[in-house]
């Protein structure tokens, strides 16, 4: 099963979760104001949002995140590997490689992956 959905403004809000959790609604409102210029109304907002659908729990004022960053990012390459290529990860990689000169450590770690 994939991770839900998280669009761009809440996955800047996870990241800032990702790396303070658990944190205190309170704390974690103050952090948004800081890195995100967002009031708190739009914090409560977003983890109301994001507690609905599955991304985090809220239990007794302390916020902590149900699915990983690694998750989030793996569903979203999934959504665009099936959108823009048609769902083939060969076709994918080949488009990336072309646009960004690979050094030899990443071809390297690249075929480490792939071996696995």
Same mark, same amino acid.
């Given at each position: 099963?994939?991770?839900? =959905?998280?669009?761009?403004?809440?996955?800047?809000?996870? !990241?800032?979760?990702?790396?303070?959790?658990?944190?205190?609604?309170?704390? !974690?409102?103050?952090?948004? =104001?800081?890195?995100?210029?967002?009031?708190?109304?739009?914090?409560?907002?977003?983890? #109301?949002? !994001?507690?609905?659908?599955? $991304?985090? #729990?809220?239990?007794?004022?302390?916020?902590?995140?149900? $699915?990983?960053? %690694?998750?989030?990012?793996?569903?979203?390459?999934? %959504?665009?590997? %099936? =959108?823009?290529?048609?769902?083939?990860?060969?076709?994918?990689?080949?488009?990336?490689?072309? =646009? #960004?000169? !690979?050094?030899?450590?990443?071809?390297?770690? &690249?075929? #480490?992956? &792939?071996?696995?």
């Amino acid at each position: 099963m994939s991770a839900p =959905k998280v669009f761009e403004s809440e996955y800047r809000f996870c !990241l800032i979760l990702w790396e303070h959790e658990p944190i205190s609604s309170r704390e !974690l409102s103050e952090l948004c =104001k800081e890195k995100l210029g967002w009031s708190k109304t739009t914090t409560y907002t977003v983890i #109301k949002r !994001l507690s609905d659908r599955g $991304v985090l #729990k809220n239990e007794n004022t302390v916020v902590t995140s149900l $699915v990983s960053k %690694e998750e989030v990012q793996a569903s979203e390459i999934d %959504e665009l590997v %099936e =959108k823009k290529f048609e769902g083939s990860l060969p076709a994918f990689i080949a488009a990336f490689a072309k =646009k #960004k000169n !690979l050094s030899d450590d990443e071809i390297e770690q &690249i075929r #480490k992956i &792939i071996d696995k």
